[in-house]
């Protein structure tokens, strides 16, 4: 009723119904602020009684979402009722506080109010019952298999059990079957296949690799069951993805470079990132030299730029900057799937001399520097070299694998839009481990036009979300920055003259 | 736009501007769970509703008009039982108004004396006079005094002071003294000290690793670590992320992947797999895709048209899908999803504060999004 504004139909009316509605409606209203009003006088008279608590169950079954309400009724339980009882009498208070949330399910429920009020009741028995919770949540997740609250309050229930529990894997094991139920029914039970993905990981814990490897296979079947079965459903896809794992991407800095007569030094990667922190700056006499960072990129401060810029303060030492100091912690990868190569030892500046090069920096240097600012510190992400969880070697079998399936599938459903991605992401990925493995040097070029073509395919099936493929596209074909000092010039000269181009045209 | 105010007509007594059917969820969360979707029995009711041949522009009259009526509904029995949002929904209506270019269409010296109103001696502030503080009407009476330009008419320090009170030691925020935690939390705690230009009293960097537990294999996020991905939990994280200068952590191409598979034939955003389209998404979806600059991956005429076919076309007000109740929350979110779309004659918001750019950049913010760059 009050709180749902979703899927209301609007209702034609005429002047008479209206007036007959709101006759009615009038009644009500004095009825509903009359009860406010008395609940409020008897709170603030502090008279935290029972008879107080009736009127806010009254206000709660007409307005569930009213939350000072519900905050009055935990200050009349705390400060008025608990003190005057025994444990045994206060439980079975909280006990009827839990029947009363029953009622009211009945009419939302949807109310964070009256779940926060649920878990309230529990945190403070002395005796919680998390079995009949449990019990209450399946339940509930029966009703309606995809209720945020329902699977939020379960993964609640759930670790108030495992805390009970010396051995959690009986728990973790309920919980998988649970989801496998849930999945059975309906294979486009994305809640279902995301609690999957949480619990997974703690059933595979304490597994020899060998175990591991035949709950992966299980789990892979289960997948091309539901995938065999509703093609067209995204849930079963993304759990696919994210079971399979992914190739982590290395980021790599190519190295520093300064520019005859130009005071800026510059920071090359292979890929977009953040610099962040103190970086040590040091001239031939290994003196610190002072001054700022700056991310060349095309567009705002925050965003990250494979070339970064460092002004000394004193311009005057242009050319005297010889080494730097990176660590881990200076560099932040744009994304939490990629992996900073570490460096250790102090970077020597190469310099570069190229005419144009000069050129651009100086107007960089004259210009538009100063509408960028470095990072603060930022928090890395947890970076792991596996590739998925439950395999340790073969990955590339497995790739092999699961692209000749997927090609089957393909057979039968030549149109399917996700199959299509799908193959070509596992293509793409077979090609980035065996480059990683040292057993391809230059790429794979079959599977890359093979998976360019799928990608192409997709961008006239799938409109919508055209330029999605567009710039998958772009990302298969672009090629990789090098330390090729050709290379590196273009890349300066490429990011300065983009740079100027956007704060250009906004100055 | 150089049409007259409306803000010259009746007076309008701000406490009593009603919500009539809003939502019970906040500034974040609208969570549409029982329906299970039927994209294709849904997009014949919609082809048939939304023939007329207005539905192709935006009304702002009738919107502005809309917004200035809801104090009329005192009759309306909704207009007592949604209170609690009578704040929040004073920020809708603000927001939307501003974007239309009609803000002084509500009395700004009643707006700023009512939000003051709403303010409790620990700093924070209730959803309507004499309600309870809690921290998710604490950011739209910031929000609304920001919009207002005037800021100085509270005490930072005390708004500081109780939002910063909410941290837990892992780094979440809880939403009162009651003990609820929530990653919407989390985004309202930095939006708020951000435009308070007091980041540094709460702790940001626990906060982001505590948002970075709630991350999940499709890229999204959850309520809380283990929860699943819902288009308006990762509003929150997404741009909480970016105000703490944190974007890193999020992979862009695959929640972004997630992000628009959200649209359905019809145009319009649903809020999770298998669900049905409803306008507030075009906000939550949008605005997400807008800040990690994916926004184009969506198709932005077919989004507009189903945002404007929810248009109420006889009195006003946008509502989750076409044919259904209008209310100011669906209102906004749909006027702030058109203005983000750049559609003629709204000014421009930010995705990441979900406020008037104007507003942002007057307040000497940096933009923090991605958003701008490619379109």
Known sequence: ?507 | MARQSHSSGGKIILAEISLARSSQVSTTVSLNATQDSDEFAQESTYSMATEPPATDKLQVDLHVNYIQSLNTKKDDLEYWLTEHLRLQGIYWGITALDLMQHVDALPREEVIKYVCDCQHESGGFGGHIGHDPHIQNTLPAIQVLATLNALDAIDADKVVKYVASLQNEDGSFQGDQWGEVDTRFCYIALSICSLLKRLDDINVAKCVEWIVKCRNYDGGFGNQPGGESHSAQIFTCVNALAIAGALHHVDRDLLGWWLCERQLKNGGLNGRPEKLEDVCYSWWVLSSLATIDRMDWINPEKLTEFILSAQDLEDGGISDRPGDMVDVFHTHFGIAGLALLKYEGLRSIDPVYCMPQHVIDSLGLPRLHQHNERI
């Open chain 1, 1 to 507: 009723m009050s709180s749902n504004v979703h899927g209301v139909k609007k209702v034609k009316t005429n002047e008479e119904l209206a007036q007959a509605r709101k006759q009615k409606e009038a009644v009500k209203i004095k009825e509903y602020n009359d009860l406010v009003s008395r609940c409020k006088e008897e709170v603030e008279a502090k008279h935290f009684e029972f008879s107080t608590l009736r009127l806010t169950s009254d206000i709660l079954q007409l307005n569930p979402d009213y939350y000072t309400i519900w905050n009055y009724r935990r200050e009349i339980l705390l400060q008025g009722i608990f003190p005057t009882m025994d444990e045994e009498a206060k439980q079975q208070v909280l006990q009827q506080e839990l029947e009363f949330f029953m009622q009211l399910i009945r009419i939302n429920p949807k109310s964070y109010s009256m779940w926060n009020h649920r878990r309230w009741c529990l945190s403070v028995m002395s005796k919680p019952d998390w079995q009949q919770e449990f019990k209450l949540v399946g339940k509930m997740l029966d009703l309606d298999a995809r209720n945020f609250h329902g699977w939020s309050y379960r993964r609640n229930v759930v670790a108030n059990i495992r805390e009970q529990q010396a051995d959690t894997k009986e728990i973790d094991t309920k919980e998988f079957e649970y989801t496998s139920t849930k999945i059975k029914q309906s294979f486009s039970n994305y809640s279902a296949w995301h609690y999957r993905s949480k619990v997974l990981p703690s059933i595979l814990k304490d597994m020899t690799d060998e175990e591991r490897t035949t709950v992966g296979k299980k789990e892979l079947d289960l997948i091309k069951n539901a995938l065999y079965t509703e093609p067209d459903d995204q849930s079963a896809w993304l759990y696919y993805w994210w079971l399979v794992g992914r190739v982590p991407s290395h980021v790599q800095i190519l190295g520093a470079y300064s520019v005859s007569n130009t005071p800026s030094l510059f920071v090359v990667f292979d890929d977009e990132v953040q610099l962040a922190g103190d970086i040590a700056v040091q001239d031939e006499q290994n003196n610190n030299v002072n001054g700022s960072w700056y991310g060349v990129s095309s567009t705002t401060a925050h965003k990250p730029s494979s070339v970064w810029a460092f002004r000394p303060n004193d311009t005057g030492i242009a050319g005297k900057v010889s080494s730097l100091s990176l660590s881990k912690e200076n560099v932040v990868a744009d994304s939490p799937e990629k992996l900073f190569s570490t460096i250790n030892d102090a970077i020597t500046v190469t310099s570069l001399d190229d005419e144009a090069l000069v050129s651009v920096i100086q107007q960089l240097d004259s210009s538009s520097l100063k509408a960028t600012i470095t990072t603060s510190p930022v928090e890395q992400s947890d970076q792991t070299e596996t590739y998925t969880l439950w395999q340790k070697d073969d990955h590339e079998l497995l790739l092999v694998g699961e692209i000749e399936s997927l090609e089957e599938l393909l057979d039968l459903e030549p149109d399917s839009k996700w199959v299509l991605q799908t193959l070509a992401h596992f293509m793409l990925q077979l090609e980035a481990f065996k480059k990683q493995n040292g057993s391809l040097v230059d790429g794979d070029k079959e599977l890359r036009t093979k998976a360019l073509e799928m990608v192409k395919r997709l961008s006239s099936i799938d409109r919508y979300r055209n330029k999605r493929y567009q710039d998958w596209i772009q990302n298969i074909e672009s090629v990789p920055i090098t330390s090729n000092l050709s290379d590196i010039k273009t890349e300066i000269k490429g990011r300065i003259n983009s740079h100027l181009k956007a704060f250009g045209e906004k100055n």
